[in-house]
């Protein structure tokens, strides 16, 4: 029984594929979106940043961040939240502020120190090489550029602290943790860390 939860969620919200997939992004857009923007406004991005969105699912950061920056690049993995986003960002594909790739944290596709800004919201649990994720993300990170990491707290296997010390290890300095609770009472807090690529490196 146990097995089958695991592929119903999985099919669901971690590679989400099919009608089950396209459920768990409506599902994904209503419960994420506090924490979406939420996350958007502390990274707040300027207008000229480039900004790396992992694991948009169905585009409601896309959105938050595009509103603000012109050069938005969201990456994920699944065809259903590809469409998903592309249709709800449609207005914003076509002004050319927001583009959309398949990839994952760990393979973004980007050039080397090419953005400013990376975002991710609830999919650090999903990622199956978090080393090999922070060193991908530190490669295409401008020198000073931001990192910027939420997940559900009770989905953070390894606890902020232990994440804290990954993202150190992968080269990032200035790193900060805490717990943030969206406003809607039945949504879960989240754990949330900032860092910067060293400028030097």
Same mark, same amino acid.
């Given at each position: ?16 594929? &099919? ?76 002004? &050319? ?105």
């Amino acid at each position: 029984m146990q097995s089958i939860v695991g592929q119903l969620l999985a099919t669901c919200f971690g590679r989400p594929r &099919g009608p089950l997939g396209r459920l768990g992004g409506h599902l994904m857009a209503r419960g994420n979106a506090a924490t979406e923007r939420h996350a958007v406004a502390l990274a707040a991005p300027a207008e000229q940043d480039v900004v790396l969105v992992l694991g948009p699912g169905p585009g409601v950061g896309l959105t938050a961040a595009a509103e603000r920056s012109a050069h938005v690049i969201g990456i994920e993995p699944s065809d259903v939240m590809l469409a998903m986003s592309r249709r709800r960002c449609a207005p914003l594909i076509r002004r &050319g502020r927001l583009r959309l790739s398949p990839g994952t944290a760990a393979r973004t596709g980007q050039p080397d120190a090419s953005v400013d800004v990376v975002i991710s919201v609830n999919n650090l649990q999903l990622w199956p090489d978090v080393p090999a994720a922070l060193a991908e993300l530190h490669r295409v990170l401008r020198p000073g550029g931001q990192l910027l990491l939420s997940a559900h707290e009770r989905w953070l296997p390894t606890g902020l602290s232990a994440l804290a010390a990954a993202v150190h290890a992968a080269g990032f300095d200035t790193v900060r943790t805490w717990t943030w609770r969206p406003p809607a009472r039945t949504a879960p807090a989240a754990s949330q860390l900032t860092a910067t690529r060293i400028p030097h490196t």
